[in-house]
């Protein structure tokens, strides 16, 4: 090969990585915001759910949709506040509780600002 071409090929992969590396950050994007709509979703249906559960009274023997996941504490007796078990759910969830991200997708794992939140 030439100096000329392998250089050329050189510009042309550094070019299809650039492409690559735009695409990826648009997914990543995607990604995102299908997960919090997809969270906001899950907390809409949880929402009807109770207010569907509300309505009909539970004599007339019509079997209500049960959600997939159980958001009830595993120990009932511990007595933790309404507000810090929101947040503690949000933050397993995925998304940020500290006052830096709030509201924000977790994206690289655990946040040392959420965290220290958590346990104190």
């Known amino acids: 090969m030439e100096k000329k071409s392998i250089f050329a090929h050189i ?13 990826l950050g648009e997914m990543k994007l995607m990604m995102k915001e299908l997960l919090e709509e997809n969270h906001r979703l899950t907390l809409e249906n949880e929402h009807l759910r109770k207010i569907l559960k509300e309505a009909l009274p539970a004599e007339e023997g019509i079997p209500l949709p049960q959600p997939l996941v159980s958001m009830k504490p595993e120990h ?17 969830e995925g998304f940020h509780i500290c006052n830096v991200y709030y509201g924000h997708l977790r994206t690289e794992g655990d946040c040392l600002f959420c965290l220290s939140f958590l346990n104190k």
């Open 11 to 23: 510009q042309e992969m550094e070019t299809q990585m650039g492409q690559i590396h735009s695409d």
């Open 76 to 92: 009932p007796n511990d007595v933790v506040s309404e507000g810090y078990d929101n947040l503690a759910r949000l933050y397993h």
